[in-house]
């Protein structure tokens, strides 16, 4: 079949792929810890879902305004503006189906063909693809291990050109868990009002920090009329199926992301944006007590990690993810992935799903149980362990 090129670079996110084997060893009678895939074990707050059940039975299951509610279009730019100190109108807001439409749209409305744009690699797969289809030039920005996966600035210099048109940034990150402090914040701003670039700030992970807040590069000077905000329900609320997401954008930009939401998904859920009301309208203890847990989670997990020979692991800032350097036990990510699944019985991701920059790491997601962490960790720990000592049996002697 003859493809047209723009779908024809497009691969599968590597977290379904292991999934998928995942399930195949389950089937045959496997057990298998799933670290893999990105999303809360935690359900939807019962006062939100209760809230979706009585807008599907009090009939709002029609078509809404293609860009959402004005309710929770207004919630959204009040809320979004008070948590990053910032005023928005609820004009620049688009509610979309998850949040991937405000990463996908303002791509398409910005790139042209040949446009270039960096992005964080190792980093969340969507940003290649979205480049990709949008014509655009794909330029992966290298990360900084010893600095919390920030961007390795001095390469982020080297790589803008007369064609960069966009900089995507994800602070906390999906796969590393790191936070950009404000100086590399502050470096990326700075480029881009001298240049008059576009950014992207995927802050889907904003509310999942455990330390200290995440910055928002929206808030810094100049920076508001060039930035699009990207968030989303599904992370902090627990609501990954609703599909409920936002983008924050500069008002003409926001009508245009408007009309290609009109005509490709019309527009989302209305039963799912009243969810999405008393989501923000509501309590937020669920949210706090999940931060908590996860934060316990993520310090079992990384504990056992560092304990494990030739794994050293930094303490993620944000989101839920551990990305563990591996690169000592001497084999590929995709090599390493695999066996853990099938030796070990945990299915984890291999750093390179993330692009090249993400060899020699695996990224472990703990929003899972503390029972089934400290049941992957010996999993894990072993078969590490028997592939060190396989590798040293191997050496010469001297
Ligand atoms: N951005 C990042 C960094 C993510 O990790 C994800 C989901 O895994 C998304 C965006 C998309 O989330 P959703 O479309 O469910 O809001």
């Known amino acids: 079949m003859v493809f047209a090129d ?46 979706g059940i009585d807008a599907i039975r009090a009939g709002h299951t029609r078509y809404t305004l293609p ?41 398409l409305a910005l790139v042209r063909p040949g446009d270039e744009v960096m992005y964080p690699d190792p980093g969340f797969p969507t940003y290649k693809a979205m480049i990709e289809v949008a014509g655009g030039v794909p330029v992966p920005v290298p990360l900084k291990e010893a600095e919390d996966f920030s961007f390795d600035l001095d390469a982020f210099d080297r790589l803008l050109s007369a064609r960069t048109r966009l900089i995507v940034l994800n602070s906390p990150s999906n796969p590393t868990g790191g936070v950009m402090p404000p100086s590399a914040l502050e470096h990326v701003a700075a480029v881009a009002r001298q240049r008059d670039l576009w950014v992207i700030s995927d802050e889907i992970y904003a509310r999942l920090v455990y330390d200290a807040p995440a910055p928002s590069i929206a808030a810094l000077p100049g920076m508001l009329e060039r930035t699009i905000i990207c968030d989303g329900f599904s992370k902090t609320y627990a609501m990954t199926g609703w599909r409920l997401g936002y983008g924050i954008m500069p008002k003409a930009l926001a009508e245009r992301v408007e009309l290609l939401l009109t005509h490709s998904v019309g527009c989302t859920a209305t039963f799912t944006q009243i969810a999405g009301l008393e989501a923000i309208q509501g309590t937020q203890e669920p949210v706090e007590a999940v931060v908590r847990e996860y934060r316990r989670r993520r310090d079992v997990l990384v504990a056992g990690l560092n304990a494990i020979p030739g794994v050293s692991c930094r303490m993620p800032q944000g989101a839920f993810y551990a990305f563990p ?3 000592a036990l001497g084999k590929s990510s995709d090599w390493l992935a695999d066996h853990l699944l099938e030796d070990a019985g945990v299915a984890v991701l291999p750093g390179s799903a993330f692009g090249g920059n993400g060899e020699g790491y695996l990224r472990l997601c703990f929003a899972n149980s503390v029972e089934n962490i400290q049941a992957a960790l010996p999993r894990l720990a072993q078969a590490m362990r028997e592939l060190r000592s396989s590798a040293v049996s191997r050496q010469p002697s001297a």
């Open 6 to 51: 723009r779908v024809n670079t497009l691969v599968q996110e590597g977290a379904y792929v292991v999934f998928a084997k995942a399930q195949e060893l389950e089937a045959a009678g496997r057990t298998i810890i799933h670290l893999e895939i990105g999303q809360p074990d935690v359900p939807t707050p019962e006062h939100v879902a209760q809230a």
């Open 325 to 327: 350097n591996v690169a």
């Open 67 to 107: 860009a959402g509610t004005p309710a929770l279009r207004q919630m959204v730019a009040e809320d979004a503006g008070r948590r990053r100190g910032l005023h928005f109108d609820p004009a620049q807001v688009v509610i979309g189906p998850g949040s991937k439409p405000a990463l996908f749209f303002p791509t």
